[in-house]
């Protein structure tokens, strides 16, 4: 009896481990079952949260890389399309031949912009960082500026009147003489209009040789004034030579690279005459400015809504997070108004359209016509006193 107890003893002991060990492994294999999903999307919510936050930082990281770009380019004179200048362009000489250099080495007094209004002129200034420029007063954080002219003012009026002896007054001097001398046969000229109205031909006509002389003697004059203040009143250009902007200073000018702006060709439903107009005006105005500068390859011409744009870029006046690559510019000038849009990637002008006749000047006529009114008791054209209404005018 002892024996058969001993013996159901172990018998039960056996199963009671069987179907503890049973328990046991399936615990754990239901455990396991139900651990691995979990696990699962537990590791890809830790992989998608990182993920998620490198891509933003890496964002941030271009972000910063970009605007250190553009401080970068701007500091060393470079611009997007224009990384390496090409020295083979104006210097055949067997030192530089083959080599591509920097703007702020090859123009050590940096790069100078002309705006040639309808009403007024504007003309900027960068200096590239280098030696010789770090210890001029005059340059304020080396960043583009206005320049100021001589009467204080940050534009001056766009006009020259040519006296009978062929001597000439600009600027402000020239616009207090606009309707003394509007009945006269020797009138006050505007640049950028008689670029518009130039000759098709290349006939040295009376009209264009006074079309050249007044956008030669506007920008060279304005422009020596303009360099004189924002070097420091350095003279580096001969009185006697006709050259304002040169590579070799020692043929005379400055070793500054001029750029000037322009309005882009007209696009959309035209007549063939407009659609050319801008075309020519820009023919005109690189012919009547390359008598200044030496060689004039060194000069650059920009459509004025694509500066505007990068103008707008660089102090930020437009949504870095902007996801459209068009942009539309409203430009309100002096005597008219243009709407453009601007592709950014592409850098072009893929409309362009402009309202002659009305802008900021429009508003000064409507003033001086209800005064006239109020005197004469008729608009200003019709009145014959000329000097009355030029005193009106200067007064509007």
């Not at 912009?113 to 200096?127: K, M, P, S």
């Not at 950028?192 to 920008?219: C, E, G, W, Y």
């Not at 400055?254 to 007549?271: A, C, E, K, S």
Request: proline residues 3%; hydrophobic residues 35%.
């Amino acid at each position: 009896d002892s024996d058969r107890r001993a013996n159901y003893a172990s018998v039960g002991m056996n199963m009671n481990m069987h179907m503890n060990m049973q328990q046991y492994q399936s615990y754990h294999t239901t455990v396991k079952k139900e651990i691995l999903p979990i696990l699962a999307i537990g590791t890809i919510a830790i992989v998608g949260t990182y993920s998620i936050k490198a891509l933003k930082r890496m964002d941030q990281e271009w972000e910063e890389y970009e605007e250190n770009l553009k401080e970068y380019k701007l500091e060393h004179g470079i611009s997007d399309d224009d990384d390496d200048f090409n020295v083979d362009h104006f210097d055949s000489s067997n030192k530089t031949k083959g080599r591509k250099q920097s703007l702020a080495s090859v123009f050590k007094h940096g790069q100078m912009a002309f705006d040639l209004g309808t009403e007024n002129l504007r003309i900027a200034h960068y200096q590239h960082q280098n030696k010789s420029s770090a210890s001029s007063s005059n340059i304020s954080n080396n960043k583009p500026r206005i320049i100021v002219n001589r009467e204080g003012s940050r534009s001056t009026p766009n006009a020259i009147f040519f006296e009978e002896d062929q001597s000439f007054v600009l600027g402000n001097m020239a616009a207090a003489k606009i309707y003394e001398k509007s009945k006269s046969e020797n009138t006050v000229l505007n640049p950028r209009l008689l670029l518009f109205m130039n000759d098709d031909d290349d006939t040295p006509t009376s009209k264009n040789v006074h079309a050249m002389a007044a956008v030669q003697k506007v920008i060279s004059t304005f422009g020596r004034d303009a360099l004189e203040q924002a070097l420091g009143n350095r003279k580096n250009a001969s009185s006697s030579s006709n050259i304002l902007f040169a590579v070799d200073e020692y043929n005379g000018g400055y070793n500054t690279r001029p750029i000037f702006t322009y309005p882009p060709q007209r696009t959309g439903d035209v007549d063939d005459d407009d659609e050319n107009t801008n075309e020519k005006y820009l023919q005109f105005y690189q012919k009547a400015v390359n008598e200044i500068i030496s060689p004039p390859s060194i000069a650059k011409f920009i459509p004025e809504p694509i500066c505007v744009v990068k103008g707008a870029r660089y102090y930020n006046l437009i949504p870095s997070s902007s996801q459209s690559d068009n942009i539309m510019v409203v430009d309100i000038g002096g005597k008219s108004t243009s709407i453009s849009i601007i592709n950014e990637k592409g850098n072009k002008v893929v409309y362009y359209t402009s309202i002659e006749g009305f802008g900021g000047e429009t508003l000064v006529v409507s003033l001086m016509n209800y005064l006239s009114n109020s005197f004469y008791g008729v608009d200003a054209q019709e009145v014959l006193d000329t000097m009355g209404i030029q005193r009106l005018y200067d007064a509007s």
